[in-house]
């Protein structure tokens, strides 16, 4: 079974560009979440959809970040415009249950 | 809102000795309880997950884990260490799918 995958595995951009990172889930997962991981940190929870709705996304800086599943499926994490303390790595995950699997994120560095 | 705290940010043990990294988590429901690992620059690795059967929750590479209600603990042990377990230990918190993190123990292996 294919797992989680995202692209691109690395970015780094200067602060003030706009970025997108792109999340696939696995096959027939109804729930996709995103995650930012600052280094030394866990990660956060940014938002939760479930199929093509939003669950959650109450800590997601909307001024900047938004993020789309618009078909149920692939979905896309944008950060527009980007400030230094954007620089993590974003994780996507998904699930049918309660276990979450994890893509091997995008790490992020604004300059 | 449920969270979880790691007691120890690093732990540092010689190879062949036992592990012990713990963890506390305070919920307000019957929570599911996941360690997870991370290896450098990889995605995050379910070890192991608690969704209240047994207390006593054997995982992957000979990690277990014990959930204790009355010590709202659920630490992560294992027999021997090995090289290869190096890496950063997550233990996460969930309910009903919104999965907290704690901040990370790092795990270091000692020839």
């Known amino acids: 079974e294919a797992g989680v995958a995202q692209s691109p595995r690395y970015k780094i951009i200067e602060k003030r560009q706009s970025v997108a990172f792109w999340c696939n889930p696995i096959?027939?997962?109804?729930?996709l979440y995103w995650y930012q991981q600052i280094l030394g940190q866990g990660p956060k929870l940014l938002i939760q959809f479930q199929n093509n709705g939003v669950v959650d996304d109450s800590q997601l800086p909307k001024d900047r970040f938004s993020a789309e599943r618009l078909k149920g499926v692939d979905s896309t994490l944008k950060i527009q415009p980007a400030k230094l303390e954007d620089s993590a790595v974003y994780l996507c995950?998904?699930?049918?249950?309660?276990?979450?699997?994890f893509g091997p994120g995008t790490r992020l560095l604004v300059l | 809102a449920q969270s979880v705290t790691q007691l120890d940010s690093h732990v540092s043990v010689s190879e062949g000795t036992p592990v012990l990294l713990r963890c506390n988590y305070s919920s307000s429901y019957s929570p599911s309880l996941f360690w997870y690992v991370q290896h450098p620059n990889k995605g995050l690795q379910l070890l192991l997950k608690?969704?209240?059967?047994?207390?006593l929750v054997k995982g992957i590479n000979g990690f277990e884990a014990e959930f204790k209600k009355s010590e709202t603990s659920f630490h992560l042990t294992k027999p021997s260490a090995h090289m290869s377990d190096a890496a950063e230990y997550f233990c996460v918190v969930s309910e009903a799918h919104d999965m907290r993190f704690g901040a990370g123990t790092r795990l270091t292996v000692k020839p």
């Open positions: 608690y969704t209240s059967a047994a207390t």
């Open positions: 096959s027939g997962h109804a729930t």
């Open positions: 995950a998904s699930s049918s249950t309660e276990t979450q699997y």
